[in-house]
């Protein structure tokens, strides 16, 4: 299977996609073909052979990114898809998030084995076209000044591991980049013309009406400059309010296993309904698992919840909404209540914990730490205090390299990773109330 998707900058998109397989492979590709034709009517559908290979090749094209992730947004059982807008005067700013789920079934030993074999005629490629360089991407390999996005998913189909692609790009708005441009130039020739009027007036009240009107037309130029300035090179925040397309879908109420149009929902209480809440995002967001307590809903910013994983390990992991970033560390009990740790006077505290930012990119910050894969396990060491209400504050944090670091003397520089780590710490004592109010019993 070859996936390639081209981004124009009209902000259309074209999208090939070729399925071939062996002749055993025949029943699933036609049933593949059946089900992008039922949920893409205007596709074309070409049969395609590769060798002895044979299959479809289906092309489409859309007149927007909105109207891409509207059909396609949401979760199936091979993939969860979410899409990010943030509109603007210079560009459009999008986030493309999908997880490729494994292969859950090649699990066994037997299983796996097969799978070994299987990888090396096995080609699942995916390609994404930009036409700008792409502002974050976790792509196996980037060609044309990081326009052109590659990664290989192969072992998703031979495995039972996740893989997920990520990437934010723009699309710019070359005329209002033009016109404010071309405003700006205006002004200042305004205020070069009156400048030189000013200077060459024999009248000292007329010099100083020219010598005002330089002014205002200068100061208009530099206001202007700067809030264009700060608007194309200011990072684009991209939140759940900014998820473009269809909202994933939800479980219906049942009844005896059969949907009814009256049944009413079950009664739950605000920790439960909270509980309910992070359960279905995180389950979105890849971490598999019972959660148990959660932050959700006291920080417009993300949350902190208590997991209890499929294999019985605990986890503390940190939902940072407000960059689309999931975080996960070990449980501890001394790092779930460090908050009983209080400052002495007007001093600091601090904690020591390790936080694995999942589908993680290498930017700034990539040589702290170690990288497991795509996954990128952070150790912090965080000062915090806190104010007259009882509010913890933040502080310096500071990293180091390898899991275990000697010492913690690196600077995070990465906005989005302290933005992620000062979550994790304020969010902790919301959380602790969650896990009080729910009666959860922990190691």
């Known amino acids: 299977m070859s996936m390639n998707i081209t981004v124009k900058e009209d902000g259309s998109m074209h999208n090939e996609m070729i399925a071939v397989g062996a002749e055993i492979m025949k029943d699933d590709i036609e049933e593949l073909r059946q089900d992008i034709i039922k949920n893409n009517k205007d596709v074309k559908v070409e049969p395609y052979k590769d060798g002895e290979m044979s299959g479809y090749k289906f092309v489409g094209d859309v007149s927007s990114i909105e109207e891409y992730a509207k059909n396609n947004s949401g979760e199936d059982k091979t993939t969860t898809q979410e899409y990010r807008a943030v509109k603007g005067w210079f560009y459009d700013a999008y986030s493309f998030n999908i997880l490729n789920k494994g292969n859950k079934e090649m699990n066994n030993s037997e299983d796996k084995e097969m799978a070994k074999a299987m990888l090396s005629d096995i080609k699942f490629d995916y390609t994404l076209n930009l036409p700008y360089a792409a502002d974050m991407h976790n792509a196996d390999s980037a060609t044309n000044g990081n326009k052109t996005l590659y990664w290989n998913l192969a072992e998703t189909v031979t495995s039972s591991s996740d893989k997920s692609i990520r990437a934010e790009f723009k699309i710019w708005h070359k005329g209002h980049v033009f016109m404010t441009v071309a405003v700006i130039i205006v002004l200042l020739l305004i205020a070069f013309t009156y400048f030189n009027k000013s200077k060459n007036a024999n009248d000292i009240n007329e010099a100083k009406k020219y010598k005002n009107w330089d002014s205002i037309a200068l100061l208009l130029a530099v206001i202007l400059g700067g809030m264009s300035g700060y608007m194309m090179f200011s990072t684009p925040k991209f939140s759940d309010n900014t998820i473009i397309g269809k909202a994933p879908v939800t479980q219906a109420a049942t009844v005896n296993n059969t949907t009814s149009a009256t049944a009413q929902p079950a009664q739950q209480t605000p920790s439960n309904s909270a509980v309910a809440k992070a359960e279905q995002e995180l389950h979105q967001k890849g971490v598999q698992g019972t959660v148990l307590a959660s932050s959700v809903g006291h920080n417009g910013s993300g949350y ?18 407000k960059n689309g970033r999931v975080g996960i560390t ?64 933040p502080g310096m944090l500071t990293t180091g390299k390898g899991v275990k670091p000697s010492h913690y003397q690196e600077y995070l520089y990465e906005t989005r990773n302290v933005d992620t780590i000062n979550l994790f710490l304020t969010e902790m004592m919301a959380l602790q109330k969650n896990i009080a109010d729910n009666k959860v019993t922990l190691p």
């Open 330 to 393: 070990p449980y501890d009990r001394n790092i779930l209540y460090f908050t009983d740790k209080k400052p002495q006077g007007t001093g600091n505290e601090t904690v020591i914990f390790n936080i694995t930012i999942q589908n993680d990119i290498h930017d700034n910050d990539k040589n702290a730490g170690a990288w497991e894969g795509s996954n990128h396990n952070l150790p912090v060491y965080a000062a915090y205090k806190f104010d007259g209400g009882g509010n913890l504050v």
């Open 304 to 321: 902190l919840s208590l997991v209890k994983t499929n294999n019985g390990q605990y986890q503390i992991v940190t939902y940072d909404t």
